[in-house]
């Protein structure tokens, strides 16, 4: 089954403690998004890669680092989360012929 | 860098009525406008596209319009039920950067019986 995954789905963690959460697809998809949702402000782009080690910055990038090592993983990194960052993540891959994004389940993230 | 406005943001229609979803985009070059649909507690899928060589695209009962003169672009949904009850996001990307999508703040379509 073509699928995005994300782990883990909800993350209740404290201010300054460097977390991972990692996405994964197996449509074999070069592009790779990040975003994250917040009531009022729809979805906001954070990162986004057209290829292995190939990332740019969407566009609000501040607070967040990725790595594309691989084509089938794209991890969202928060070196020192801060309670602005509480929100929830969706990872996105895109077929680049078709242009439609395939979201991940989502991972909730609440900073304390 | 691309700015996408989404009007309104909540919505609230009769089963069987009509909805419109209106959407307008800062930058010219942008080329692909796909809709999202995200039910409560899921994931956002897509419904709808257009790029701009194409000024409207049915399926069903949604379409979706596009007016590159202004800038905007319209989502309509023609005899509504339930279970289109949801949220609604527009978007809009450049061309060559299929990653690269800005989306509208989203409108909560509330319809009832």
């Known amino acids: 089954e073509a699928q995005v995954t994300q782990n883990p789905r909800y993350l209740i963690t404290v201010t300054g403690k460097k977390l991972t959460v990692t996405c994964s697809q197996n449509?074999?998809?070069?592009?790779m998004s990040w975003y994250r949702q917040d009531p009022g402000l729809g979805l906001r782009q954070i990162y986004y890669?057209?290829?292995?080690?190939?990332?740019d910055k969407g566009d609000v990038p501040e607070g967040y680092k990725v790595s594309r090592k691989e084509k089938r993983n794209f991890p969202l990194i928060l070196e020192s989360p801060s309670p602005n960052q509480t929100s929830l993540y969706f990872c996105?891959?895109?077929?680049?012929?078709?242009?439609?994004?395939?979201f991940g389940p989502g991972t909730r993230l609440t900073v304390t | 860098g691309e700015n996408v406005e989404q009007h309104p943001s909540t919505l609230s229609v009769q089963e069987g009525d009509s909805a419109v979803i209106k959407c307008t985009y800062s930058d010219s070059a942008s080329n692909y406008f796909p809709w999202y649909k995200q039910e409560l507690g899921k994931r956002p899928q897509l419904i709808i596209d257009?790029?701009?060589?194409?000024g409207e695209k049915k399926d069903q009962r949604i379409a979706v319009t596009l007016n590159k003169t202004a800038k905007h672009f319209s989502l309509h949904i023609t005899e509504t039920q339930p279970e289109d009850s949801a949220v609604y996001f527009c978007a809009a990307s450049m061309p060559g950067t299929a990653s690269k999508l800005t989306f509208g703040t989203g409108t909560r379509l509330q319809v009832t019986l």
């Open positions: 257009i790029r701009s060589n194409v």
């Open positions: 449509m074999n998809h070069e592009y």
């Open positions: 996105a891959s895109t077929d680049q012929l078709a242009y439609e994004q395939y």
């Open positions: 890669s057209m290829n292995v080690e190939v990332t």
